[in-house]
């Protein structure tokens, strides 16, 4: 059902599509109208059609949407099935129904159609952030300990990253189940064979944990303690997380998905390994690494992304925690690709002045991020949250 809004050229009376009639046809201003279904809004374009005249559908509120004519260049029929990339690239639909359409197509698998509406937005000019341009970043070059400390930087409080807070929760445990173990031999609660049973059964438990898991068990316990236990932890994990998704996305990486606790990750992946993470969509990466030649362009932006993390906790607390997966895999990278010590050292210390430079020039859209990811936003109101901290 068509409800027309309050116009001075429109009769104001409750339209349905078969109420429409050549003579009502078309409407002497900007039709605008709410569609209580999808079936109705579609009969309104086929009407339009009928009368050989193309339109599109434009949301111009948070419920309502103007029908306005089409170039003959699209039909009614690819605006129906699949023309919404180029009906994005030439203005058709704003940017904040482009974003709720990547995030249906990130959750439905279609991550490639996500990233050229992406693509389709930004060339229009309603992604500022997405993909800087290379005069925006630091130039590439052979650059020294002495010039990242002239940029105040200390790369060893950013890439020897010790999680402190996790140590201490597996330190108060480790002291907990010894004193508890005592308490209960003192207090016979359990005799001596009994305790015995009980820690051949926990170590037994751990040495699985560690073959079958890696570890996984154990990090998952310890990250959930964590989070309970301590708010500067919790808030920590958003920033790292929230450093690699606008890095890479200043980058021109579309993120994909993220998670900000082992709990999370396991319930979205069933990975029980992983602390938290980020994934994105980049398909000219994987098609490089396929092939086996990496180009320089997709080694500089990976390096970028995995060492935005201990970076942006650099930046926010003066030293990296967490983040040393993230190093280890670039380091793997690094190997992989047979650079040299002197080589390797020379990208890590670019890519750290690249990435800290753009993270203290964009501190306001880092910590809003990190909120919107905290509070469990998607992607696009992710990406929405960066453009509208960068208008301001």
Known sequence: MLLPLPC???????????????????????????????????????????????HYMQRCSKKYYTLQSLCSLYSLNSFVDDDEVELVRKGAVDTQEALRTVDKELRGGNDRKALDIVNALRSRGGLRGFGLPLRDQIPKRIYYLD????????????????DVTLGAVRSNLQLAALFGGILSWQTRVFDQVQLLIATIVFLL????????????IEALVLDTLGRLLSAKYKKRVAHHEAGHFLIAYLLGILPKNYALSSLDAFRKD??????????????????????????????DKYTCIALAGVATEYVAYGVAEGGLADIQQLDNLLKGLNFSQLKADSQLRWAVLNVVTLLRRHQKELSELAVAMDSGKSIGDCISTIEENLAR
């Not at 009502?24 to 999808?38: G, K, R």
């Not at 940029?151 to 060893?156: G, L, Q, T």
């Not at 438990?205 to 996984?216: K, M, R, S, V």
């Open 270 to 299: 069933g990975s029980l390994n992983v602390q938290a993470g980020t994934t994105f969509v980049d398909f000219a990466f994987e098609e490089e690494v396929k092939s086996g030649k990496l180009s320089s362009e997709s080694l």
């Open 8 to 54: 001075p050229s429109i009769h104001l009376k409750t339209l349905q599509p078969a109420h429409l009639s050549s003579s009502s046809w078309p409407p002497t201003c900007p039709f605008l109208c709410q569609f209580s279904s999808s079936a109705a809004a579609g009969a309104a374009l086929s009407f339009a059609a009928s009368k050989g005249e193309y």
């Open 205 to 216: 438990f751990g040495t699985l944990d560690q073959i079958a898991t890696g570890g996984g």
């Open 147 to 162: 010039e990242l400390r002239l940029n105040n930087i200390e790369p060893s409080r950013l890439l020897s990253p010790v």
